[in-house]
């Protein structure tokens, strides 16, 4: 049922063609500056690229040497590589484009008649935009209705302060980058885009690049690593292939060789698109994610920070109960039959509500209003002074006035604040005390209503000084979502504590938190209280309490730090203007995606879409799932980029009779079917059956530390082994270097399949993990083993590649090294099974 909105009820808003109108004439709500062309700046990347250099110079080496056949493969497979790299880079560049659109600001307008929620970019001048606590203003213009109305300017102005602005005052114009911070207001919008004061100053919040990631530093370190290791030994071995032969294009084409073998290009190509694709698929999950260290992030959350309302609740606030105090008597508000002091109530509650409401529970009190009074007493009254809620704890008062002069003055808040300021006596005290508890542990949210008569105009500073008569209580009901208990239980089971930070009293969020099977609902602390303790006090108070009431921003932002210093990992949700600084401050800052407020989507880094806590599970478990993943698919690179090396290296070292047993053609063969397998193969793995009933990982653990290299090492060199046997065996039988090479390629090749169906757990076997569902798998095996036959059986290609056919004997014996050698780890899997 519509409310009627007083002062606004003639506003009709743009019709569609009054919009398109403007659309053509003003242009769409985008701040448009000069962007680098994604595809030229993509391909500048690729030729920065040292791998893409080292094959640029090894193709040039071969066109000078006369070996034309063999710098045009080199050619071709660096237009392979950069179609490879473009394919990545666009499906990152994509889901990244998709992640901007879904987290941009969204607005309401009043159109035909009616209120429309959109997108920013699609405002037009002359639209009336509706500007609601919390609301981020994404355009200029004038206000022409408000309600205790006022903004934050301070990317204007420098100034954090709010300001208090009206259609009736000098400076009644808001402009675009600015938040309000209080109450609300109707604005015909002025200007657009880069007409906004805003646009004309240049500044954007987009302008603002983002930090390197702990994990995104540590990949980026250890490239530069191994790119100064390789030019090193670059350099050794070219000075002495050049003293042996005094040939300067050969010696430096086998320098060039092993410096291929030696750079791990693959793992920031891998990183790049964990990231990017992980935040994809969190998307489709209903989950917006804002900034892509994240989705790094969500698999070390050691603590979750919730709100109550509307996220362990359903926000479907419906007036339950009310109590006079006149009867002192609690009523059902389904049993009707109201008396003249319990109607008196629910009036005054009314218009101690905003004309306008969009909190749920002014709209029950509305339309608590509206099922009561027959003569709707709202148009004949305007709003004559208002205070907006504030105070510890809270509560707001309005002054309505009609025609004749004749005034109401309401004021609702919490109980707490009235108990203060009202003239009551003791005995009265402690009766409006047990009521409020009763009422409480029962699960309601309970707000008190009082009354004050103030005929000056003179208004005092501040509402408390007002004198209260205290009316009466109210007693909203809002249910826990039925899904609650069991996401509760899956933070627990995955090693993630809970904890309730709310604006509620003690005892509703008890009762709620007994409901839902909640652990250590039996202490909690309130926001004035925690504001006492000294920092150590702290500490310990937020490591032992899970239930946090009566919280303000600067509570809130306290229990934060305090967490923080405590080396947990902290999400954080939060819907209001007050929740910003908290979920700045949190390492997962975690907005609502209908409820929540522009200002908290902005502060925070994760949206969820449909204001389900269910879906930071999923979230979670999905940042584990990529972490895993990409440490799977690193440790592969760094396993199979060992054997390529050393089989290159040991060779040549070793003065052994096939000294240069692979050429530039072979490594990069090599790395066009590594590259496949590790940023796609591993990047679809399902995630695994252990992964959420394990502790969250440190924020600090490392791919590159000692204990975390020493699988893959020792994987890397057991098929280093395996190659290097190949060797010898065919040289001990007298084999040409041609099929000496085939011979070790083979192994190579093999050992890679295995590899990846073994990595793909490194606690469960190849017999489990054959089951996960990745139809990638079948299809880059297939293709690896179909190019590699044609190598093997296609003359030309098999000429080309200096190979030779190998008979059936020399290809199982070669796929049984490449077995042995990688197989070994299925027992290791074993006596990890048994021994926890």
């Known amino acids: 049922m519509p409310i009627p909105a007083p002062n606004n009820s003639n506003i009709q808003g743009l019709t569609n063609a009054e919009v398109e109108t403007s659309r053509v004439k003003y242009g769409s709500n985008v701040l448009s500056s000069k962007k680098d062309n994604a595809f030229l700046l993509a391909i500048k990347n690729i030729l920065k690229e040292p791998m893409v250099i080292l094959l640029l110079i090894a193709s040039s080496i071969y066109f000078i040497s006369g070996e034309i056949g063999d710098g045009i493969f080199l050619a071709s497979a660096i237009i392979l590589v950069a179609i490879i790299s473009l394919h990545q880079d666009s499906r990152s560049r994509n889901a990244i484009e998709k992640l901007k659109k879904f987290s941009q600001p969204h607005c ?30 994404t355009a200029d213009g004038y206000i022409i209705h408000s309600n205790d109305f006022s903004v934050n300017e301070s990317i204007l102005t420098g ?20 938040f309000v911070t209080s109450g609300l207001a109707i604005v015909k919008i002025t200007n657009i885009g880069n007409d906004t004061k805003l646009g004309k100053i240049g500044k954007s919040l987009e302008s603002i690049s983002e930090e390197k990631t702990p994990l995104e530093t540590q990949i980026s370190a250890f490239v530069k690593k191994m790119v100064f290791a390789g030019a090193i030994i670059f350099l050794i071995v070219w000075i002495i292939n050049y003293y042996q032969s005094r040939n300067i294009l050969d010696s430096l084409l086998k320098a060039l060789t092993l410096a291929m073998s030696i750079l791990p290009e693959e793992i920031p190509v891998a990183f790049t698109t964990f990231m990017a694709l992980g935040a994809w698929r969190l998307m489709k999950l209903g989950i917006v994610v804002k900034q892509l260290k994240t989705v790094e992030t969500l698999g070390s959350a050691t603590v979750i920070c919730t709100d109550k309302t509307g996220t362990i609740t359903e926000n479907k606030m419906s ?30 509650s009314m218009w101690a509500s905003e004309p306008i409401p969009f909190d749920p529970m002014e709209l029950a ?56 300021i009202s003239d009551i006596s003791d005995l009265q005290k402690a009766e409006y005390e047990k009521v409020i508890e009763k009422l409480a542990k029962e699960g ?66 008890t009762s709620i938190a007994k409901q839902i099977g909640f652990k250590g609902y039996e202490k909690c602390i309130s926001g004035e209280e925690l504001m006492q303790l000294n920092a150590s006090e702290l500490k310990a108070c937020v490591a032992q309490t899970n239930i946090f009431t009566r919280m303000f921003p600067e509570a809130k932002l306290r229990i934060i730090n305090a967490l923080k210093s405590h080396k947990e990992v902290v999400a954080m949700t939060g819907d209001g203007v007050n929740d910003g600084p908290a979920l700045k401050a949190a390492h997962i800052g975690i907005a609502m995606g209908k409820k929540g407020t522009e200002i908290a989507k902005q502060a925070a880094s994760l949206i969820l879409l449909e204001d389900d806590l269910s879906n930071m599970v999923d979230a979670i478990a999905m940042g584990r799932r990529i972490y895993k993943n990409l440490k ?25 009779v096939y000294p240069n047993i692979f050429s530039p053609i072979h490594i990069i063969f090599l790395e066009l079917i590594m590259g496949p397998t590790c940023s796609i193969l591993f990047e679809n793995e399902p995630m695994e059956v252990n992964t959420m009933s394990q502790k969250p990982r440190p924020l600090s653990t490392t791919f590159f530390s000692f204990r975390e290299l020493t699988t893959s090492i020792i994987q890397g060199f057991m098929i280093t082994l395996g190659t290097l046997f190949a060797y010898q065996f065919a040289v001990q039988n007298n084999y040409q270097e041609s099929l ?42 297939s293709v690896t083993v179909i190019i590699v036959s044609l190598l093997l059986f296609v003359k030309p290609l098999t000429r080309f590649f200096e190979f030779e056919q190998l008979n059936l004997n020399q290809i199982i014996m070669c796929i049984g090294i490449g077995f042995i050698s990688v197989i070994w780890f299925e027992l290791v899997k074993i006596f990890k099974i048994k021994t926890h």
């Not at 509305?366 to 504030?390: C, G, V």
């Not at 592969?636 to 050393?646: E, G, V």
């Not at 090479?741 to 489990?768: D, E, P, Q």
Request: aromatic content about 12%; overall charge neutral; hydrophobic content about 40%.
């Open 365 to 420: 009190l509305h339309q608590a209003y509206s099922n009561l009074e027959s003569t709707d007493k709202r148009p004949e009254y305007k709003l004559f002074h208002e205070y907006p809620l504030s105070g510890k704890p809270p509560m707001m008062t309005h002054i309505f006035q009609n025609e004749h002069g004749n005034r109401i003055i309401a004021s609702k808040g919490a109980p707490e604040a009235f108990l203060k």
């Open 108 to 137: 309401k307008v009043i159109r035909n008649g009616i209120t429309e929620e959109l997108r920013s970019e699609d405002l037009v001048v002359d639209d009336n935009l509706i500007l609601e606590e919390g609301t981020f203003i």
């Open 319 to 348: 007036l339950a109960e009310i109590y006079v105090s006149s009867s002192g008597k609690i009523k059902k508000l389904k049993d009707g039959n109201f008396s003249k002091d319990e109607e008196n109530l629910i009036k005054l």
């Open 632 to 656: 799977k698919a690193i440790q592969y690179i760094i396993s199979i980029h060992i054997p390529i090396i050393l089989t290159v290296f040991i060779p040549l070292a070793l003065g052994w």
């Open 159 to 178: 100034e954090a302060f709010s300001v208090f602005k009206n259609k009736t005052k000098k400076d009644n114009i808001v402009y675009s980058g600015t």
């Open 444 to 509: 309601y949210r309970v707000l008190a209503v009082a009354e004050s008569n103030f005929e000056s105009n003179n208004f005092p500073e501040t509402q408390q000084d007002f004198k209260f008569d205290f009316v009466g209580l109210l007693a909203f009901y809002d249910p826990p979502k039925e899904n609650i208990p069991q996401v509760i239980e899956s933070f627990y089971k995955a090693g993630i504590s809970v904890k309730i930070i709310t604006g509620d009293n003690n005892e509703t969020t």
């Open 740 to 781: 000496t090479r085939t011979m070790v390629f083979t192994v190579l090749i093999a050992a890679n399949i295995f590899l990846t169906l073994v990595n793909r757990s490194f606690y469960y076997s190849i017999f489990t993990t054959i089951k996960y569902k990745n139809n990638l798998v079948l299809l880059i095996i």
